[in-house]
């Protein structure tokens, strides 16, 4: 059996014959909820998140070929909750889910500095 699939894929490759398929999926989270406590503190996190350098989407790739016959890859990405959510884990210092205009101003000071 194992002789007639590689025949097939032999009698295949001199046609240039070739499957391709490509996939990406996304993967969010969902947001963990935070409240602030003002609109100060709301607007410094938020800009500090705007500002950060960090990518707000991570991929891994796989790909699988055999020459000539198949390619499949898949994509996967983390969607942008991913990057909200590490954020508000860095600012909460004190993890009661409520950010403080303190807490937003270490948060963006560090930011700046990273």
């Not at 959510?85 to 889910?97: L, Q, Y």
Request: with cysteine; net charge negative.
């Amino acid at each position: 059996m194992a002789g007639l699939t590689l025949a097939a894929a032999l009698a295949l490759a001199p046609t240039g014959c070739m499957i391709t398929h490509e996939t990406t999926v996304v993967r969010d989270q969902e947001r963990v909820r935070v409240e602030f406590e003002n609109d100060a503190a709301a607007r410094i996190f938020y800009e500090a998140l705007s500002k950060r350098a960090e990518p707000q989407r991570e991929i891994s790739k796989t790909k699988l070929e055999i020459p000539v016959v198949l390619e499949h890859t898949c994509k996967v990405e983390t969607g942008p909750n991913a990057a909200f959510n590490r954020a508000v884990e860095r600012c909460d210092t004190n993890r009661d889910g409520r950010i403080t205009e303190a807490e937003a101003r270490i948060y963006a000071e560090w930011v700046s500095k990273h």
